[in-house]
């Protein structure tokens, strides 16, 4: 049995209830504890569950977790903000819907919404989340709208895309997401811990979650998954030993 290990789990895992999986929301993890035969008992505020194996997949909770385990993650959250515009005619009378975006030069990304556009930014000067501690009750929560930290960013994407100065914006969505050292997920196990894997630091979860959960569970299942995953490795921090 394979539980996925979330403080707060927000979806249904429908595929996995289908395969025969339990799937218990709102039921927060207050601890691990590995036994003597490698095996997991996950503590929770509704009971205990053994599990042969365990998966850390709890995004910007992460290192609360692995905490649990002894183990710290090379993972941090950063503020990130995008907004959605107001209804914009040329968009509705196109006929079609409008290309995805990407522009490495002012650090901006956007794409159709409905009507209007979602525009979402690089930041240059990132702002760190989370790292005094999470509440325990920031559940799909948000940080308060900073447009004023992106305004250069917002400047190169008026200058590209014009229609955006005359469109109003419709909402501001500022929330953490989770960024490795180098911005490659870790997905695979952990290291010095048995029948124990991580899937973290995906900075889009619902976009990178099914191929890298693909790759995961072929680990687990297999030893090994079908592509080179070097990129991937969930290597923690080791200080070297001299012989």
């Not at 992106?150 to 914006?169: H, K, N, T, W, Y």
């Not at 997401?177 to 894997?197: E, M």
């Amino acid at each position: 049995m394979v539980i996925s290990i979330r403080r707060s789990c927000a979806r249904h895992w429908r595929g996995a209830r289908l395969a025969g999986a339990e799937v218990y929301r709102n039921t927060p993890v207050t601890g691990l504890t590995q036994q003597a035969d490698d095996s997991w008992t996950v503590h929770t505020e509704q009971g205990d569950i053994d599990c042969d194996i365990i998966v850390n997949a709890c995004g910007y909770r992460v290192n609360e977790v692995g905490a649990m385990m002894g183990v710290h993650h090379p993972v941090t959250s950063m503020e990130h903000q995008y907004f959605l515009t107001e209804s914009i005619a040329a968009i509705a009378e196109a006929g079609h819907r409008m290309p995805l975006l990407r522009c490495p030069i002012s650090d901006f990304y956007c794409r159709q919404e409905k009507n209007g556009l979602l525009l979402g930014f690089y930041e240059q000067d990132c702002r760190t989340w989370g790292m005094d501690g999470i509440d325990p009750n920031f559940v799909n929560a948000l940080c308060p709208d900073d447009l004023d930290r992106v305004s250069d960013v917002l400047e190169g994407a008026f200058e590209r895309m014009p229609a955006l100065m005359e469109a109003g914006i419709h909402t501001i969505v500022n929330g953490p997401i989770t960024y490795t050292i180098d911005g490659a997920p870790l997905v695979g196990p952990i290291p010095g811990k048995r029948n124990a894997f991580c899937i973290v630091g995906l900075r889009a979860g619902l976009g990178e979650g099914g191929g890298h959960g693909w790759l995961l569970a072929q680990q687990i299942v297999h030893g090994e998954a079908c592509f080179d995953r070097w990129c991937l490795g969930a290597a923690l921090p080791v200080t070297p030993t001299l012989n």
